[in-house]
């Protein structure tokens, strides 16, 4: 008789129940496992015989064949490990199996039977709670983790004796998160951040609206030093945004085991020498890229004109769709990529053009050379453009206490509890979010706005998607000076963030 055993896999970001179905029968020795499963699900076979044999338990001789159901998901990792053991040992009697189906058993076993982390376990408690399967059998490393779950029992081990012993006699409790989750102080603050007082306008404002933003200035005035400190000025996560940007670093592997749910908004910030698989994710696992490890973050990319052109062209679909679809020949995955873009770049080849602190020496044609990595559909992605300029002796030497992050987060936050009144029947979270029909119902202007943006479209005639840009941000604008109405100087205030280089509205 074969024996049936609750475990998981996963797919992207997504739980997914599978039976583990375990049959032992006459014939010579062997140890099939079958049902579309990874090299990592394959390779278990001996590690699952060496942890049964070194528990004191006896591998069977026969014919073994494990069937992992429904056959045609694919099973990947190493989590299969223990419910393949506890069902060879339960089919040969060595352990009693009576209510074994009322639990969903992962975990990965080392040689000697010692129960090892697994990737992914909080997306396997969501989906077991889905299916009304409550009770779980999870390594002691991950419990922190899935206990987030209120409705989930949590019954973690260490060994695969212990799992054995408990099945026998059930005399545990689930296990009990005491953990209080809160938001990790950060040593950086703004106030650190000498000047820039547009700059630092502009950011506020981007953090208010969650708009894309690209600093540029010479080297050495604060670009990377602002960026750092937008963590600080940001709102808290949501306990949804939360559970989402947790099981992102569940599946990566990314979380800590004493870390719990993450409440912190992520800051990513990866290298200009970035492959495109490695910002939007891929491979043969089809793993999350920088994108998703940013989601309901920060993307903070330094030196922006350093990356290659054709890994900035794979941000478009994202910027715009908020959520990345991979397909490889190992099949297809949806990941969730609603990050807020950040980008430094200094404004030509030797960084000074604009400047005033020593005088540029590239061409025309070496600095159109060098913007040209920048194409128009991208530009047309970013929401605001700030320039940071170079510090003066008497900036550098004032004693002048500049604003905290604390103060300009309650601004932040006082703007997007706004938002989330205005949109709280739609399914947005802030103005950089909006479509053009939710611009046309709420970014309503008065006529002397109107007639301030018509003069500067005969000026600087612009596309459809950079006027709704303009709407967006003026919009934030009033949110921050929680102001009903849209007025000229708000519109005249988003419209210098539209001015990139050479000051040209775009």
Avoid at 103 to 124: C, H, K, M, Q, Y
Avoid at 366 to 376: F, H, N, P, T, W
């Amino acid at each position: 008789m074969a024996i049936s055993i609750y475990s998981s896999t996963y797919n992207g970001l997504q739980g997914v129940i599978i039976n583990v179905e375990v049959e032992i029968s006459r014939g010579l020795p062997a140890f099939n496992i079958v049902g579309l499963a990874d090299t990592a699900v394959r390779e278990s076979k001996e590690r699952v015989r060496s942890a049964i044999i070194n528990s004191g338990y006896d591998f069977p001789l026969g014919k073994i064949t494990v069937n992992l159901a429904p056959a045609d998901i694919k099973k990947v990792g190493s989590l299969l490990d223990l419910p393949i053991a506890i069902g060879i040992l339960a089919a040969t009697d060595q352990i009693n199996s009576e209510g074994i189906n009322n639990f969903i058993i992962v975990g990965e076993l080392s040689l000697n039977g010692d129960i090892t982390s697994i990737r992914g376990a909080l997306p396997i408690v969501i989906e077991g709670i889905r299916n009304n399967l409550v009770k779980f059998i999870v390594p002691t490393v991950n419990a922190l983790e899935c206990s987030l779950i209120e409705k989930a029992e949590i019954y973690p081990f260490d060994t695969l004796n212990q799992v054995t012993t408990y099945l026998k006699h059930r005399d545990m409790l689930p296990y009990k998160n005491n953990c209080v989750n809160r938001k990790k102080d950060s040593n950086m603050d703004f106030s650190e951040v000498v000047g820039q007082n547009a700059t630092k306008r502009a950011l506020e404002i981007a953090c208010a609206g969650g708009h894309n933003i690209i600093m540029f200035g010479p080297p050495g005035c604060g670009k990377s030093m602002l960026a750092s400190r937008i963590p600080t000025i940001l709102p808290s996560l949501t306990y949804e945004e939360s559970l989402d940007v947790t099981k992102i670093y569940s599946i990566t592997g990314k979380l800590h085991p004493n870390e719990g749910l993450i409440v912190n908004r992520p800051y990513r910030a990866p290298h200009h020498t970035a492959t495109k698989t490695a910002l939007i994710g891929g491979g043969s696992q089809l793993v999350p890229g920088e994108i998703t490890l940013s989601h309901h973050g920060i993307l903070f990319l330094d030196e922006l004109l350093e990356f290659n052109k054709t890994v900035l062209e794979v941000l478009r679909e994202p910027l715009e769709s908020k959520q990345i679809t991979i397909s490889r020949c190992t099949g297809s995955v949806v990941y969730p990529a609603d990050f807020m873009l950040v980008a430094s770049l200094n404004p030509c080849p030797c960084g000074y053009y604009l400047s005033k602190v020593r005088e540029c020496t590239c061409s025309d044609h070496d600095r159109i050379k060098y913007l040209s990595k920048l194409s128009g559909p991208f530009l047309d992605r970013i929401d605001m453009f700030s320039f940071a300029y170079a510090h003066n002796f008497n900036e550098m030497t004032s004693t002048t206490k500049e604003e905290s992050s604390e103060s300009i987060r309650k601004r932040v936050e006082a703007a997007r509890q706004i938002q989330r009144k205005r949109f709280a029947l739609e399914k947005l979270n802030c103005n950089g979010d909006m479509s053009g029909r939710h611009i046309r119902k709420y970014c309503t202007v008065d006529s002397a706005a109107e007639d301030i943006l018509n003069r500067y479209f005969n000026k600087f005639p612009f596309s459809m998607r950079i006027y709704n840009k303009v709407l967006k941000i003026s919009r934030t604008i009033a949110d921050l000076e929680n102001s009903k109405d849209i007025t000229s100087s708000h519109v005249v205030e988003a419209i210098s963030y539209r001015q990139f280089i050479k000051g040209d509205v775009i």
